[in-house]
């Protein structure tokens, strides 16, 4: 079965620091790999998705992530955070060989607080 | 502008009274989707639809039902026997086929027991 684990329940970042919100991924072959935002009280928003080809993926807001099949990683980063990225993040795992990728398998979230 | 729309945004159940969520969306989509969120836990899955009046379960679809009637609607009933129904509920809609993963959520309904 597959499963993602977020470690960093919360992370605390300077605004103009760098961020990187890691993600690790549990499954037998390649995955389709996924990063979403959500806002408090809001839905979810699209942030970037990985489903082959070139591993560093280009997000919206900046962001961007890299597959690191060795690791099982897909860690998220932007290289300058600014207030309005506090929000909580998801990383999603999907089995790429299936039709469809309905069944994705969210992780538990990392909680981002923006500092001035 | 398209997107979804998720109403209401506050509900309140009874006990042993069913209550149903609005979804609707006016992106052309295909598949919906319905998650429910837990604080500190991911998003799981309850129901999904790939067409109209067909759909599956998820991983956690006990005591909740759905129809698909109409393309654009995905209304979910949080039935009795759903007793543990207090969560965030999520509506969700994407293109079908073989790269077709949730690309769009609404603003969600939170429900209450009272």
């Known amino acids: 079965a597959q499963s993602v684990t977020q470690p960093d329940i919360h992370i605390t970042v300077s605004e103009g620091a760098s961020l990187e919100l890691r993600c690790n991924y549990s499954?037998?072959?390649?995955?389709?790999l996924f990063w979403y935002v959500q806002s408090p009280g809001q839905g979810l928003q699209l942030l970037l998705k990985?489903?082959?080809?070139?591993?560093l993926v280009q997000g919206i807001k900046g962001f961007e992530a890299e597959f690191k099949r060795s690791q099982s990683s897909f860690n998220l980063r932007k290289p300058s955070v600014h207030w309005s990225d506090a929000a909580e993040y998801f990383c999603?795992?999907?089995?790429?060989?299936?039709?469809?990728?309905?069944?994705?398998?969210f992780g538990t979230g990392t909680r981002l607080t923006i500092i001035p | 502008d398209g997107g979804i729309t998720q109403s209401p945004k506050y509900l309140f159940r009874k006990e042993g009274q069913n209550v149903t969520l609005s979804c609707e969306q006016n992106?052309?989509?295909?598949?919906m989707y319905w998650y429910r969120q837990d604080p500190g836990q991911g998003l799981r899955l309850i129901y999904y639809?790939?067409?109209?009046?067909?759909?599956q379960k998820g991983d956690i679809a006990e005591g909740y039902s759905v129809s698909r009637e109409k393309k654009e609607s995905f209304p979910l009933t949080v039935t009795s026997a759903q007793k543990n129904p207090t969560a965030f509920y999520l509506c969700?809609?994407?293109?079908?086929?073989?790269?077709?993963?949730?690309?769009?959520f609404g603003d969600g309904t939170r429900l209450s027991i009272l």
């Open positions: 499954y037998g072959a390649t995955p389709y």
């Open positions: 969700a809609s994407s293109i079908a086929g073989t790269e077709s993963y949730p690309q769009h």
């Open positions: 639809s790939q067409i109209v009046n067909d759909f």
């Open positions: 990985y489903f082959s080809g070139d591993t």
């Open positions: 999603a795992v999907g089995p790429s060989r299936n039709f469809g990728n309905e069944k994705l398998t």
């Open positions: 992106l052309n989509h295909d598949a």
